[in-house]
């Protein structure tokens, strides 16, 4: 076999996934273009806009600076595994109540950075939210829309949990 070519084994959003992929070959391209998981876009192409953001292991991390390979045994979640088909989570519910979206093309990415910021964060202040938020840039909508998504979905979680007043003052 080309010592430049790798037969790796990724499970991504619950499936797993068993191919052969060139060692330079970026994980953004490889979830796009071998896995036709479009939902992760593409902007920059390093590391500067946010827009290819994922998940491995949990962790949000910007799938074009990373290779395919390096993610070999690892579990990665894009977009399309956030909730089940056809249904939204929460957070995506209120991004479209919210106007936290126009375009959509940098939605993915701050979707997935959220994901992980809010399980790392019961109750983050406006400051906290926004400074997640520098790491990805928006063209559409101010921020505003978003940052009232991500509130809304943090306040709407602590008091079904009753925790408001404990963690929210
Ligand atoms: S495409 Fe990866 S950060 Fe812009
Ligand atoms: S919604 Fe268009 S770039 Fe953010």
Redesign the pocket.
């Known amino acids: 076999m080309d010592h430049h070519v790798h037969t790796i084994e990724v499970t991504i959003n619950g499936k797993k996934y068993r191919e052969t992929v060139e060692s330079r070959l970026l994980l953004s391209d490889f979830l796009r273009e071998i896995c036709g998981l479009t939902g992760t876009h593409v902007g920059c192409e390093h590391g500067v806009c946010g827009a290819c953001t994922v998940q491995v292991n949990g962790s949000a991390v910007r799938s074009c600076l990373l290779f395919a390979v390096q993610t070999d045994g690892q579990e990665i979640k894009t977009v399309e595994g956030l909730a089940e088909p056809g249904s939204l989570t929460p957070l995506q519910q209120n991004f479209s109540e919210c106007h936290g979206?126009?375009?959509?093309?940098?939605?993915a990415g701050i979707l997935m950075s959220t994901d992980d910021f809010l399980r790392q964060h019961a109750c983050p202040s406006t400051k906290e939210i926004k400074e997640m938020l520098s790491g990805h840039?928006?063209?559409?909508?101010g921020y505003d829309g978003i940052v009232k998504a991500i509130e809304k979905t943090v306040k709407e979680k602590n008091v079904a949990e009753d925790k408001e007043m404990k963690l929210c003052t």
């Open positions: 979206l126009q375009c959509g093309f940098c939605t840039l928006c063209r559409c909508t």
